[in-house]
């Protein structure tokens, strides 16, 4: 499988589709959209050069969103889990032929328990602290 940015100009190949995605409501990912498909075995490769993005880096943390240099689009986040092992999370709104079935998992890092997917399972509880004024997020 292929995941493309609007203009094509970031590509990863997938070996596999993935088998669920995940919808996260934190104040960042809602902005973007994005439902991100999670990279656990190292089957997602990116085929751009690594400077067809550029990142954000919110408050300077480790978690960094990559954006199309030209389209702009949110193609993929890089991040390292608490045992300092590496995160690849991909757009899986960019991949092509993506099975609009595929489960959605959510996780509340709002604290709000709204969301804009539906998933036949309970929200996950966030990790993130509890934002100041979550209703203004709503």
Not at 93 to 98: A, D, F
Not at 108 to 127: I, K, Y
Request: proline letters at 7%; hydrophobic letters at 40%; glycine letters at 6%.
């Amino acid at each position: 499988m292929e995941a493309t940015c609007h203009c094509m100009a970031v590509r990863f190949e997938l070996d596999l589709p993935p088998e669920w995605v995940l919808d996260c409501n934190c104040s960042v990912c809602r902005r973007y959209g994005a439902l991100w498909a999670y990279d656990w075995s190292r089957s997602f490769r990116l085929t751009s050069p690594a400077d067809a993005t550029f990142v954000y880096r919110w408050n300077g943390r480790t978690l960094g969103f990559h954006h199309c240099n030209s389209c702009g689009c949110t193609t993929h986040l890089q991040a390292v889990d608490d045992a300092g092992k590496p995160i690849l999370g991909i757009n899986a709104r960019l991949i092509l032929g993506l099975d609009p079935a595929t489960p959605v998992r959510q996780i509340d890092n709002a604290h709000t328990g709204v969301f804009w997917t539906r998933s036949n399972a309970p929200p996950l509880a966030g990790r993130h602290p509890r934002m100041a004024d979550p209703e203004r997020w709503l």
